[in-house]
T-cell receptor, first 113, second 111 residues
Framework: ETGVTQTPRHLVMGMTNKKSLKCEQH?????MYWYKQSAKKPLELMFV???????ENNSVPSRFSPECPNSSHLFLHLHTLQPEDSALYLC????????????FGQGTRLTVV | QKEVEQDPGPLSVPEGAIVSLNCTYS??????FMWYRQYSRKGPELLMY????GNKEDGRFTAQVDKSSKYISLFIRDSQPSDSATYLC???????????FGRGTSLIVHP
């Protein structure tokens, strides 16, 4: 496998469920990111990890909990979400945190019912 | 005023047309300017980036930055139906690693 892989591609969950999104990159990059993409809105950066350490939490509600066990894997744990959290969640990686180019996965389309 | 303004479209053009996609911004500290292309049901992919002002050309694509007007453009020559996608502009300052994205412009190139 190459690039940035996200699973699952689609997820429907109830407001009381707990689920996790997974991201894996095979590029040898040191920085990984979670973004939220909602319809007609700009990409919103949620979290940044650099060498497995979280360096940015962009005022994200605590119902979203990231985890980065190593430089190749990133998780986003979800619990007690709201319908307005329905969006496309994108994982990205870059060689370094200040690299110009980020490589994105295909995203997880999340629907909260 | 949003930091980065981008018309969401859709912009519909015939095949072979020259397409102009634009973003305006308010933060004069922005120095790195990127254009991403996002096909339906896919993640964004970097098309081009420029540093500071000037033009950059790559095949049918030209990126242009006018810092004095705080205005960036992406031109697509001889547009093809395969160019149909959403184009996102993004930019950041030299002192930050966090890019600010526009909303994206949906482009439709019809045969």
């Amino acid at each position: 496998e190459t690039g940035v892989t996200q699973t699952p591609r689609h997820l429907v969950m109830g407001m009381t469920n707990k689920k996790s999104l997974k991201c894996e990159q095979h590029l040898g990059h040191n920085a990984m990111y979670w973004y939220k993409q909602s319809a007609k809105k700009p990409l919103e950066l949620m979290f940044v990890y650099n060498f497995k350490e979280q360096t940015e939490n962009n005022s994200v509600p605590s119902r979203f909990s990231p985890e980065c066990p190593n430089s190749s894997h990133l998780f986003l744990h979800l619990h007690t979400l709201q319908p307005e959290d329905s969006a496309l969640y994108l994982c990205a990686s870059s060689q370094e945190r200040d690299s110009t180019e980020a490589f994105f996965g295909q995203g997880t389309r999340l629907t909260v019912v | 005023q949003k930091e980065v303004e981008q018309d969401p479209g859709p912009l519909s053009v015939p095949e072979g047309a020259i397409v102009s996609l634009n973003c305006t911004y308010s933060n004069s500290a922005f120095q790195y300017f990127m254009w991403y292309r996002q096909y339906s049901r896919k993640g964004p992919e970097l098309l081009m980036y420029t540093y500071s002002s000037g033009n950059k050309e790559d095949g049918r694509f030209t990126a242009q930055v006018d810092k004095s007007s705080k205005y960036i453009s992406l031109f697509i020559r001889d547009s093809q139906p395969s160019d149909s996608a959403t184009y996102l502009c993004a930019m950041r300052s030299g002192g930050s690693y966090i890019p600010t994205f526009g909303r994206g412009t949906s482009l439709i190139v019809h045969p």
